[in-house]
C-alpha cells in the first residue's frame, strides 16, 4: 500500500515523512487502474482534517 500526497510540498519533504509525492490525481489513478483494475483507492479531500472510520 502506497500513501501519496497532492500538496504544495517539495518532493524531497514528502519523501522524508515515509511518503510518496503525486504530482497529477487524474494521471495516477488512470495508471493504477490500468495496472490493476481491481485497484482499491481512497482519496481524503482534507488530508490530515479528515478521520476516516469504518461504520
Known amino acids: 500500500m502506497d500513501v501519496l500526497v ?5 518532493d524531497a519533504t ?6 510518496v509525492p ?5 494521471v495516477l489513478i ?3 487502474v490500468a495496472a490493476n483494475p ?3 483507492i481512497a482519496v ?3 488530508g490530515p ?5 469504518i461504520g
Open 38 to 40: 481491481a485497484a482499491q
Open 44 to 46: 481524503l479531500p482534507q
Open 6 to 10: 497532492y500538496a504544495g510540498l517539495g
Open 14 to 19: 514528502i519523501r522524508a515523512t515515509h511518503l
Open 49 to 53: 482534517r479528515t478521520i476516516p472510520y
Open 30 to 32: 488512470q495508471e493504477r
Open 22 to 26: 503525486c504530482r497529477d490525481i487524474t
